[in-house]
Structure formats: C-alpha cells, structure tokens
C-alpha cells in the first residue's frame, strides 16, 4: 500500500499526466450525454445513430450485431461501453502508461532505489505489487470509474426503473473490461522497465509496441483485401487472425466480446490465450529482473 | 552477553565466486568495525544478514532471529546504511525518510514524527523540503543515515558511513554513532576501509579476508603490544638516551609507522625512562603506553592470511 500510494503520489506531480488525466475525461462525459440524448430521443434516430456507432465498433461478418427497430438498452448501452473502451480509453491508456510504467522501476535500478525498498520489510512480491497498484488506479481512472459514474448517471437520467433491468450485467462487464485492459498492459509496461536503467528505452518500447502492432494490422488487412479481390475463394487472413497480430485490436476485440458486442468466435479463444500468456510471462520476467538485481 | 550476530559455517558463492568460506563468528553488542581487503566478502555478508541472498550453507541469527525465515523481522529490527548513493528519485529528503518509515510499519504520523525527530539528529535542517536529487554527497550520507535510524533499530549496518563527507562531517557523524552506541545502546556494524574511524569508534573489530573471518577481538585487546611499553618521541638527537636504556636492559625499538617503543619484561612504569632522559638533557615530547596501530594490526593480519592456504581450497 505504502508504495502504490507513494508511486500515485510521485506520478502525480507529473504536468503530462494531470493533461491527460483532464483530457480523457471528455470521452466519458460525451459517452454520458449521449447516453442522456437516447433516453429522450426518436426511436427512429436511436437506430441510425447506432449503426454508425456498430460499424466503427469493426462488428462485422458472422458478428454482424443485429440492430433491433426499437430502442434497446440491452444492446445498445453496451455498444456505447465497448466504443468508450475501445476507442478514446484505449488510447489514452498508452499515452497514460507511456507517462508512468517506464520510469517505475527503471528509476529505481539508476537511484539504486531498490536496495532501499529491499533492505525494509518488504519482497519483491510487495514491491512489484505496490508499483503495478500504481498503474492499476490511473488506468481505473480513466476507465473503470468513468465508465461506472457514467452508468450511474444513465440510471440516475432515465425516464423509468426498468433500466435497472435493462442493464443490471453492464457494471460486471465494465469490470472485467478492466481487469483485461488493466493487467496484461501494465503487466508489459512494467516488465520494459524492469529491463533497463534509461527509461527512455522502457518508453520507446511500450510506443513501439503498440505502433508496430497497428502497422502490422493495418499491412496484413491490405494484404488480405487484395488477396480477396484476386481470388474467388478469398484470404485465407481473416479479421479475426489479422487481430491477433496487433495488441491494440486483439484487446479490442476481446472487450466487444466481454460487451457481448461481437459473439463467441475461436478467434476470441486464440486472443484470450495470448493474453494469459503474454500476462504470466511477462510477470514472471519482471519477478526474475528485480529478483536478480538484488544479488549485483 | 549474548551476541548480537552468530553464524555457523556460513558459506555463499554466486556467479563462480566463493564469497563466503565457512564463516564462523560470534559478534557481540556494541561499535563493531568490519574490515577486509575490497573483494573479501563483506558486502556480501551485509547483504546476506538482511536476507537479500541466501547462504549456500550454514546458519545464521541476527538480533536472536534467524535467517532466512525470520527475515522480515530482522529487517524491522536492523537499520542498514548502504554504500551505494540511492535514493528515491522525485521525493523530498523528508518524504523519503518518512516513506521508508511507512515501508518499515510505522504509521503515518509516528512515521513523520520520527522522521523530523531524526533529521535533526542527523543534522539535515531546512535541506530536508529539497529534492533528494540537489543534495550533495555528504546530505545524502546524511540522509541515508536518518533512513536507516527512521525505525528505531537495535542494529545499524553502515557501509563506508563517512565515504564523501569532509573532514568536520565525518568526525560528526563518528560522534552520532557514538552517541547511538553510548547514550541510546543501539548496536552498530561499520564496514568502512577508513582504519581511523574503526580505532576512534569502534569496541570490536571482526576481520574478513577472501571470504573468511580471520580475526575477531576488542580493540583493546588487538592494541595491546605481546610486551608492555612506552612509545616515545623526543626532541631532537637521543642517540645516547637510547644507548643508555639499552644498556639498562630495555628494548628499544623504532616501528614501521616511524614511532620509537620501548619496553622490558616486568615494566609498570616509565620512571627509570624519565630519569635517563633527564641525565643525557633529552627533552621527552610525548611518552605513552605503547599500542598497536589498527593499521598495523590489519596488515599483519591480512598478510598472514594470504600466506597461510585456505582451509577449504
């Protein structure tokens, strides 16, 4: 606890974060009146404004999510959840991170910090915990507890009580959401830390990560719509697979489905593997990092 | 008196090094100076009695405690300096004293209490609402001392406590660990290269060579000649003064460090010394009972270390 509290503490007189923190919270507060604009609306312009809203979600394929004529908040409240995760939170996560993560441990192996930390009560368990903790509550700052304040509102704003029934399962959902952005990222951003005394480095590969990822999905979607047009049977690339090259779309994906906005494919199976996978090892490495460092 | 160390054939090796060879000690409370050679193994005996390394073999206790099962509370009880400029980069010298105190178990307020209380006892005034990254060595020294005395430890582990601090910071911070030994009966080990700091602050000395204890005493005991007698320094020519004492059955003698002993089976006292100096007009500067140098002391004993084999190798 002592150290989650003195990471949030130091991460918090950095002028970047507290930017960024302001920022992304203009996201929730659209995702919030829009939620206020579709309790009180047409149901005719709810349906348009939801198709718009599901094609930029990628929903598509045998995914297709079937847009009802009337206005559900079962379905559409979700959507609304899934966009907010997906697209501006999701982002801001790597810029958020990108401004925390590295310097974490990195600073602690230049100060020679660390040592301070061990020769206390404390193991490396304790240590890594109380550093990913801090990560934990600025992600949960920009995801989490938005995302549940805006539901609040949107029972608070409603016309009537069904709502309550509408949407009973969305706070579960908006929690394991979390818990999938929030563990394996930080997970990752750590472990980059826990590699190298320069920050610098630590940052540049969290960045790269993410930006070799989107270029990869964006390459082998072209390579498989041009695959598609040359032949009749079509790419042997489909979205699905192309996903699981990129962490920014595999996590996308992985949050529709927790959304229930996209169904059960073995794609979901194959990026809910390599989430677990990615997790476990790169703990166990930030484990042996630090625990090696001990010994120098 | 029950020690506050014990270890029993405690060996440790890492990397291909045999840093540890069947460590055998008893050390008592009190100012404990741990010497060596660079390489002897003592970091690596500091860091093992906090539990941050496991020994290969052996046992230990620390405070009554053993390792490494009870290394959490050895570590509630030890206060450790280390070598190492570390700190916590972006706090303040305050914040960190009082972060490493919550790290400790203190509550917060208890924490900041003592962590002002201990500031000043280390002599760490308005400097301590500064970043930690301005300060200059000796504020650092400072200040890693007010971290490891935060908790209010019975043993405090200091590595090279005076490194980098001037001529006044380190005689002041020779005269806090005193004060810590005398006045608040804390146990301190000092692992330090600097030999005058050991002879001027510490009860016992414990010498490491090549991974091995090879000598264990107060320094009184170390100190005192195999004979007794007076070291003199005179004004002048003494050439027939010292003729005479020889003459009178004393063995004079002239040291490596440049000092003139001389001593005689069954001297109490330097009277006959006086009398012969007054009939050759030698003006005497100083006479005082003879005492090994600690310099002295750890050379013979590393020497004789490297000459005798290892008993393990």
């Known amino acids: 606890m002592s150290i989650a509290a003195n990471g949030i503490r130091l991460a918090w007189r950095g002028t970047w974060l507290r930017r960024t923190l302001i920022l992304t919270s203009f996201p929730a507060v659209i995702c919030a009146l829009s939620i206020f604009a579709l309790e009180q609306v047409e149901p005719g312009s709810q349906k348009r404004f939801f198709r718009s809203m599901a094609i930029l979600s990628g929903v598509q394929g045998p995914n297709r999510l079937s847009i009802p004529s009337d206005y559900k908040r079962d379905v559409y409240w979700p959507l609304l959840m899934a966009n907010f995760f997906r697209y501006p939170q999701s982002i801001a996560m790597v810029l958020l991170v990108g401004l925390i993560a590295p310097r974490s441990i990195s600073f602690d192996y230049r100060s020679k910090g660390a040592l301070l930390y061990f020769s206390r009560p404390i193991g490396v368990t304790q240590y890594l915990l109380g550093k990913q903790a801090t990560l934990w509550f600025y992600l949960a700052c920009i995801t989490t507890i938005p995302a549940l304040v805006v539901y609040v509102l949107g029972l608070a704003v409603s016309p009537n009580l069904s709502v309550f029934w509408d949407t009973w399962d969305l706070p579960i959902r908006i929690l394991i959401s979390s818990l999938c952005l929030i563990i394996p990222t930080s997970s990752v951003a750590l472990w980059m830390s826990s590699m190298t005394e320069e920050s610098r480095y630590a940052a540049f590969g969290w960045l790269a990560m993410w930006v070799l990822g989107w270029v990869t999905f964006f390459a082998l979607t072209l390579v498989a719509s041009m695959q598609n047009a040359q032949s009749s049977g079509g790419s042997v690339l489909s979205v699905e697979t192309i996903a699981l090259f990129s962490p920014y779309h595999l996590l996308g994906r992985i949050q529709n489905y927790v959304f229930g906005v996209i169904e059960y494919d073995t794609g979901i199976s194959w990026a809910f593997t390599i989430l677990m996978i990615v997790t476990v090892a790169t703990q166990c490495m930030l484990y042996w990092n630090v625990r090696s460092r001990l010994v120098r | 008196m029950q020690p506050i160390i014990q270890l029993r054939n405690v060996s440790k090796s890492y990397r291909g090094i045999q840093a540890l060879r069947g460590v055998d000690v008893d050390i008592p409370p009190g100012v404990i100076g741990l010497l060596g050679p660079n390489g002897s193994g003592k970091s690596t005996l500091i860091k093992g009695l906090l539990g941050l390394l496991r020994f290969n073999v052996g046992s230990a206790t620390v405070l009554g405690l053993s390792l490494p099962k009870q290394r959490f509370a050895i570590r509630r009880s030890v206060g450790y300096l280390p070598e190492d400029d570390c700190y916590i980069a972006g706090l303040t010298g305050i914040e960190s004293v009082a972060f490493m105190a919550k790290l400790s178990g203190l509550s917060g307020p208890e924490g900041l209490r003592r962590s002002h209380e201990i500031l000043d006892f280390a002599d760490l005034h308005e400097e301590r609402y500064r ?7 000796g504020m650092r020294q400072k200040l890693k001392f007010a971290q490891a005395m935060v908790h209010d430890p019975d043993l405090l582990i200091m590595d090279e406590p005076t490194t980098g601090l001037d001529p006044n910071q380190r005689v002041a911070m020779l005269e806090r660990i005193r004060t810590l030994a005398r006045k608040h009966r804390k146990s301190v080990l000092v692992s330090t290269h ?6 001027t602050t510490c009860d016992h000395v414990v010498i490491l060579t090549a991974g091995q204890i090879v000598r264990v005493d107060s320094l009184d005991n170390l100190s005192r000649p195999a004979q007794a007698g007076w070291a003199i320094e005179t004004c002048g020519p003494a050439d027939a003064f010292f003729e005479a004492l020889t003459d009178h059955a004393w063995t004079v003698s002239r040291r490596g460090d440049g000092s003139i002993w001389v001593s005689r089976d069954g001297a109490e006292s330097p009277d006959e010394i006086w009398s012969l100096a007054a009939q050759h007009d030698v003006a005497i500067a100083s006479l005082q009972p003879a005492r090994n140098s600690l310099e002295q ?16 190798s």
Do not use: K
């Not at chain 2, 970043?131 to 060595?137: F, G, I, L």
């Not at chain 2, 600097?194 to 002879?199: C, G, T």
């Open chain 2, 297 to 312: 002391i750890f050379f013979e004993t590393v020497r004789d270390a490297s000459e005798t084999p290892l008993a393990n």
């Open chain 2, 131 to 137: 970043p930690v990254e301005s300060y200059s060595t």
């Open chain 2, 194 to 199: 600097i030999l005058h700091d050991v002879q």
